[in-house]
């Protein structure tokens, strides 16, 4: 198991910048997910610690080693592409051997490595097929094993998991948690979605604009939202960001807490029957729950519900949240004690 310690990581082109000094602490044996919109550097980050891409200024350490100036080969670490980079004319017992044959592995060594790896991934009755022979999910395998025969100690992964249908990317979050748990890997993994993020993860790495918003697990990223940003981004649906008049929001009187200018309730804090009036502007069905866009003075309002509640667009409804599950934030989008 090796750590990872990003110290003032910057990432700059003429004219464009793309990480702002980056400075993260990767526990060894962690399950780290890099989780943002598009453009927000979680690739760039990847790419500076695989040594594919070089930082303008900062340094890279792996297992407390600088690696700042070291090419990829000298690492130790393997990457999971998301093309999965197979090559379509060799077997699957070669394309997994390929890195070990390029490095002049023994042959006796390299066999028991491809056995363990196709073992662990139930690869051992495909290792004679071609990847146009195998399934999406069978191809990802196969990149994994690659990346498992090399026996490094850190494992990159660049959104491995999106040219999966919605099924079996479910499968495969499972077992690639189960896999890392149980080879004791460290794993860099980058994800727009954040379902990847919060089921997989020891610790998310949320980025924006080339800066890390806010570091932490998954359950802290839901619970203690550093900044409107990632209050927005963590939640299916996302927290309810509420602008505040004063001590009210806007356009009503119902009591926000404190003053602030933004009061935060997930829709699944929101209960039906309480003290706050609303109207309901639309209703979603998704079977087990229902989720109700309601007016509140000149907000709105989503709420979260079970799905046997009957209700329609235009009902006039009473709200209520405990004060445990209200969140402020300033005018710059910062959380307030």
């Known amino acids: 198991m090796s750590s990872i310690e990003l110290v003032g990581v910057a990432k700059s082109w003429a004219g464009s910048t793309a990480l702002e000094g980056i400075d993260l602490t990767i526990e060894a044996g962690s399950f780290c997910v890099l989780l943002g919109p598009s453009g927000c550097g979680k690739s760039t980050t990847l790419r500076i610690v695989a040594g594919l891409e070089t930082a303008s200024s900062g340094r890279v350490l792996i297992d407390g080693r600088d690696v700042t100036d070291l090419p990829p080969a000298q690492r130790g670490v393997a990457m999971v592409f998301q093309n999965y980079a197979l090559f379509p004319h060799l077997s699957v017992a070669d394309n997994i051997s390929f890195g070990l044959s390029v490095r002049k592995v023994p042959a006796d060594e390299k066999a028991k490595r491809l056995a363990d790896a196709a073992q662990l991934l139930g690869l051992t009755e495909l290792l004679d097929r071609k990847p146009s022979q195998l399934s999406g999910g069978q191809q990802q395998r196969v990149a994994l094993a690659r990346a498992l025969v090399a026996q490094a100690k850190v494992c990159l992964m660049d959104e491995p998991l999106s040219n999966l249908d919605a099924q079996l990317r479910q499968e495969m979050r499972t077992e690639l948690r189960q896999l890392q748990q149980r080879l004791g890997l460290t794993v860099v993994y980058v994800t727009h979605d954040q379902a990847e993020a919060m089921s997989?993860?020891?610790?998310?790495?949320?980025?924006?604009?080339?800066?890390?918003?806010?570091?932490?697990?998954?359950?802290?990223?839901?619970?203690?939202?550093?900044?409107?940003?990632?209050?927005?981004?963590?939640?299916?649906?996302?927290?309810?960001?509420?602008?505040?008049?004063?001590?009210?929001?806007?356009?009503?009187?119902?009591?926000?807490?404190?003053?602030?200018?933004?009061?935060?309730?997930?829709?699944?804090?929101?209960?039906?029957?309480?003290?706050?009036?609303?109207?309901?502007?639309?209703?979603?069905?998704?079977?087990?729950?229902l989720i109700l866009h309601c007016g509140?003075?000149?907000?709105?309002?989503?709420?979260?519900?079970?799905?046997?509640?009957?209700?329609?667009?235009?009902?006039?409804v009473l709200l209520d949240w405990h004060p445990s599950a209200m969140h402020h934030f300033d005018s710059q989008g910062q959380r307030l004690q």
Do not use: C, K
């Open 200 to 289: 997989m993860a020891d610790q998310v790495v949320l980025l924006y604009r080339g800066r890390i918003e806010q570091a932490a697990t998954p359950r802290e990223l839901y619970a203690q939202p550093a900044t409107t940003f990632a209050a927005g981004f963590i939640g299916t649906p996302s927290m309810n960001l509420l602008r505040l008049d004063g001590e009210h929001i806007a356009g009503s009187r119902v009591p926000a807490g404190r003053a602030a200018h933004w009061l935060g309730v997930r829709p699944e804090s929101v209960n039906l029957g309480g003290q706050v009036p609303a109207t309901v502007r639309s209703v979603e069905y998704l079977g087990a729950d």
């Open 296 to 316: 509140v003075g000149s907000e709105t309002l989503t709420v979260r519900t079970g799905g046997q509640a009957v209700l329609a667009a235009g009902s006039e």
